[in-house]
């Protein structure tokens, strides 16, 4: 019975794309280390049957939108009124790093211009 779930695994994970701007953060990735670490020898692994199927259906839902066609929403818009292109740029991890340099306090900005050596064998502290 592990064989066809582990197939099922692998035509979810074909469909659903890795996303390269959220580098270290993708769902996509995250599931097919999840998926890899559940089914380490394969077909041949063995398996919780009952949560194997519980984390397909639950994985499977998402992928297909099920709860989004199920519960539609009236407008498409977000709580900050932003379009889903801006959000999404807004989420990349290349975006997301740029606002973590800007956001640096005074002190660490400083604290990283100085080139700080390590005190030598000879060096006094005093």
């Not at 041949?44 to 397909?56: Q, T």
């Amino acid at each position: 019975m592990a064989a066809s779930r582990y197939r099922k695994f692998l035509r979810l994970m074909e469909e659903w794309p890795a996303d390269p701007s959220k580098r270290g953060r993708d769902l996509a990735v995250t599931i097919r280390e999840r998926v890899a670490h559940g089914f380490r020898r394969g077909e041949n692994s063995e398996i919780n049957e009952k949560e194997c199927d519980r984390m397909y259906d639950s994985l499977n839902k998402i992928h297909t939108d099920f709860f989004r066609e199920k519960y539609p929403r009236l407008k498409d818009s977000s709580a900050t009124g932003t379009s889903i292109e801006i959000c999404k740029m807004v989420m990349a991890t290349d975006t997301i790093t740029e606002m973590e340099k800007m956001n640096k306090s005074t002190w660490q900005k400083i604290k990283d211009s100085i080139p700080w050596r390590s005190a030598g064998p000879g060096d006094d502290k005093s």
